[in-house]
Nanobody, 115 residues
């Protein structure tokens, strides 16, 4: 069983930055693809950024050039650096770990972008 714990959310002004972290338990992190999702009330959960086990990153068009995903396999941690934040980035952000035959989710961390 893998547990994912997100942190780093909070209130930030438009144009500001936040860095989210997600720490995974267990020993499969290095072979797993990691994805950050976000969800707002009444909307479907959407993929924001993904990093493969090999380090290849992909981003949603809405965050390209503003968000950066990275991973530290030695710390079992994936990060999401969010810059130039906009009010429409307000959401609960979830960490997802996917490996052969397994799919785990964290409980989320709230990001609010408001003046």
């Amino acid at each position: 069983q893998v547990q994912l714990v997100e942190s780093g959310g909070g209130l930030v002004q438009p144009g500001g930055s936040l860095r989210l972290s997600c720490v995974a338990s267990g020993n499969i992190f290095s072979i797993s693809d990691m994805t950050w999702y976000r969800q707002t009330p009444g909307k479907e959960r959407e993929s924001v950024a993904r990093i493969s086990s090999g380090g290849t990153a992909n981003y949603a068009d809405s965050v390209k050039g503003r968000f950066t995903i990275s991973r530290d396999n030695a710390k079992n941690t994936v990060y999401l650096q969010m810059d130039s934040l906009k009010p429409e980035d307000t959401a609960v952000y979830y960490c997802n770990l996917r490996a052969p035959y397994v799919d785990y989710w964290g409980k989320g961390t709230l990001v609010t972008v408001s003046s």
